[in-house]
């Protein structure tokens, strides 16, 4: 399945894709549940829903981030051995873990705002992971079970606040400067996602590649380590890393402008699509 949250109307709801159409499941649950966060925890309930019959055009909506107000959203840092190489830093021990906040991200084809603050607008594309079933000091072996499905991420960043002091919150957590989606697709339809590739797309132009496998930290250690620190919770959202190619690394480098387009393709997931515009 394909779970996305949208807005139609004036109205916020979630729903299964079918095709080029939206099943409301928001409305057909009868107030069971409230999100697309309290449904990921039933997924047999999801799977009944998703024979009824199509509700809105995909056309007709706004697709918000798959989930908009996600209890915690985890970002990954160094976790590509080909970004580790073109940073010159030292492989990290143990993964590298910030946050993000919900009001930072926007879904696909919303606009990236560029601050007034700084031009150097980075793009970090990366494959993110939805937790589905909760749990505590999880073992690899089982970690799986807690994964709900795959989603697009763009990390974007603002690489001079980014480097103000060792910690990396200011330049990942501008306004609207990160995209999430365009949407959930359960696991049951990516059953090797490592075997998947990730593209980034600059005007049309592509600037990073590279297969999932690439990750030195994957889902199952991300889960195992994480959920040693706290409780992972449905909705929980990590983005796992972006692969080498990012704009700062280049010579000269490259950073998003107001009028660009940057996409996010990951095999098997989807295409997360955003323009980028100045801040008004």
Not at 82 to 87: D, G, Y
Not at 161 to 169: A, D, G, I, K, V
Not at 195 to 220: C, H, M, P, R, W
Not at 254 to 261: E, K, T
């Amino acid at each position: 399945m394909k779970l996305a949250s949208y807005a139609i109307n004036g109205r916020e709801t979630y729903g299964i894709l079918v095709k080029d159409a939206l099943i409301d499941v928001g409305a057909a649950a009868g107030g069971r549940f409230a999100t697309l966060t309290d449904a990921l925890g039933d997924p047999e309930a999801l799977a009944t829903l998703a024979t009824r019959p199509p509700d809105h055009a995909l056309g007709s909506v706004t697709l918000l981030p798959p989930i908009p107000r996600s209890p915690r959203i985890i970002c990954i840092g160094l976790n590509y051995k080909s970004h580790i190489a073109e940073t010159g830093r030292e492989t990290p021990e143990y993964p590298m873990l910030f946050s993000r906040y919900p009001d930072s991200l926007v879904g696909t084809d919303a606009p990236l705002i560029r601050p007034h603050d700084s031009g150097k607008f980075d793009f970090e594309g990366e494959l993110a992971f939805v937790i589905g079933r909760s749990g505590r000091t999880i073992p690899e072996s089982q970690a799986m079970r807690h994964v709900a499905g795959y989603s697009c991420f763009n990390d974007g960043s603002i690489r001079d606040f980014q480097r103000h002091t060792s910690q990396f919150l200011p330049g990942k957590n501008f306004y609207h400067s990160g995209s999430f989606g365009p949407w959930i697709t359960t696991v049951d339809e990516v059953p090797d996602i490592g075997a998947q590739t990730i593209e980034t797309v600059l005007n049309g132009a592509t600037v990073q590649s590279g297969k999932l496998d690439d990750l030195l930290f994957g889902i199952e250690e991300l889960i195992a380590y994480i959920s040693r620190i706290w409780p992972v919770q449905p909705g929980d959202v990590v983005a796992t890393g972006t692969p080498g190619g990012v704009g700062m690394a280049r010579k000269p480098p490259l950073w998003m402008q107001p009028g660009d387009r940057i996409s996010i393709a990951i095999s098997g997931v989807g295409v997360l699509s955003n323009p980028v515009e100045q801040q008004a």
